[in-house]
């Protein structure tokens, strides 16, 4: 009797606990038809969002300009490179941004350098070409400079490296050496034209690429046509130099080259009016008197036989190939033209171009009383 009463109860038992499961179960089920969706909504709103951050035009150009320059000096962390773009208006949401920056790790990994960001860039397009270091060059074009310190001021001007560490290095005797240069010839490295070089070059990259430049320029045809001159590559650029600084005139700088070619065959002394304007400093000069002919600086060449240290600027392009084309001629003189063309009066004999300046000279004399005149 008492096996058949625990038989029930056991029985009852799993009655019951069969019925709490499928309860459970049902319960279970209503719950999960409620929160999976709510779940799949909320991960779908998460998964848009986060695409949003990633991919949708994150960037913003300030002003409806194309590009905006980001400039990362050395040094600079995370935190400076947000507050730089965020000042700047640059980011359409800063949260986003910080989001995509954090999860690709780029705070880890900052590069200085410059950086051309251009409206409606994703956020991931931006932190990765910033996490990689993907620059832009800089396009710089040399002009004509005189001297050291100009290159100096005009590099400090344009890239993360200070002027003095670059004038340093265009004194260097040492490293100047290696390259068969001198602090009076490093000047002939820089042939004015346009480059592009990375913000962050150093002193020591730039002036490479500046060498790569020259032997480029110095190609075959153009040093067949100086050896066949007789001169070195820094001869042709020191003497292009002086045609530089003695004509604008392109078409008459083979004929001026030629003059200087022909002195410097017979020995004569240059007698340039450039280099004396170089020996004296003073690039403010519009008139050589018999006192800067005087200087005793072995750039006058009224004093010094021969072509100067160095070249006395950074001579054109068309100047340096007007003295590798310079015009085959008897003219030892020039002068300016009286008629105040920019112009010169050649001659072949010291006679004749005493004749061409006197009637420069009248016609100045002229001109100046007339101006007096005009002036009272």
Not at 94 to 103: E, G, H, L, S
Not at 177 to 187: E, S, V
Not at 240 to 267: F, H, P
Not at 288 to 316: M, R, V
């Amino acid at each position: 009797m008492l096996q058949e009463k625990n038989l029930k109860i056991h029985k009852s038992h799993v009655i019951f606990v069969a019925q709490y499961k499928r309860f459970m179960l049902k319960k279970f089920r209503k719950y999960i038809l409620i929160i999976v969706p709510i779940l799949l909504v909320v991960g779908g709103f998460a998964a848009y969002k986060a695409y949003n951050w990633i991919f949708e035009p994150g960037v913003k150009i300030p002003d409806g300009a194309k590009n905006y320059e980001l400039i990362i000096p050395s040094g600079w962390d995370y935190t400076k490179v947000g507050d730089k773009l965020l000042s700047d208006g640059v980011i359409r949401d800063p949260q986003a941004f910080d989001w995509v920056a954090k999860q690709m790790k780029y705070p880890d990994h900052i590069k200085p350098g410059r950086y051309l960001i251009t409206a409606g860039m994703s956020n991931k397009e931006l932190v990765s070409k910033l996490r990689a270091g993907k620059q832009d060059a800089v396009e710089f074009t040399f002009t004509k400079f005189r001297i050291n310190d100009e290159i100096a001021q005009y590099v400090g001007s344009k890239f993360q490296m200070k002027s003095p560490d670059m004038l340093a290095l265009l004194n260097d005797e040492a490293y100047l050496k290696t390259l068969g240069l001198n602090p009076q010839t490093a000047i002939a490295f820089f042939i004015p034209n346009t480059y592009e070089v990375y913000w962050d070059a150093t002193p020591k990259k730039l002036f490479e690429r500046m060498k790569t430049e020259y032997n480029k320029f110095w190609n075959e045809k153009r040093n067949k046509k100086r050896e066949k001159l007789g001169l070195s590559r820094l001869e042709v650029v020191t003497l292009a130099s002086i045609v530089e600084e003695e004509t604008n005139k392109n078409d008459e700088k083979q004929r001026v080259a030629g003059v200087y070619y022909n002195r410097l065959q017979k020995n004569w002394n240059l007698e340039a009016d450039p280099t004396c304007k170089y020996a004296a400093g003073d690039f403010t000069l519009t008139r050589i008197l018999k006192i800067h002919t005087e200087i005793d600086n072995p750039y006058n060449t009224y004093k010094y036989p021969g072509l100067p240290p160095g070249p006395i600027c950074t001579p054109s392009i068309p100047s340096i190939d007007a003295v590798l084309n310079l015009e085959e001629h008897e003219y030892m003189f020039f002068c300016a033209k009286s008629d105040f063309s920019g112009y010169h009066s050649f001659a072949k004999t010291l006679a004749e171009h005493n004749q061409n300046a006197q009637e420069y000279h009248r016609a100045l004399g002229e001109y100046l009383r007339n101006k007096k005149a005009e002036g009272k």
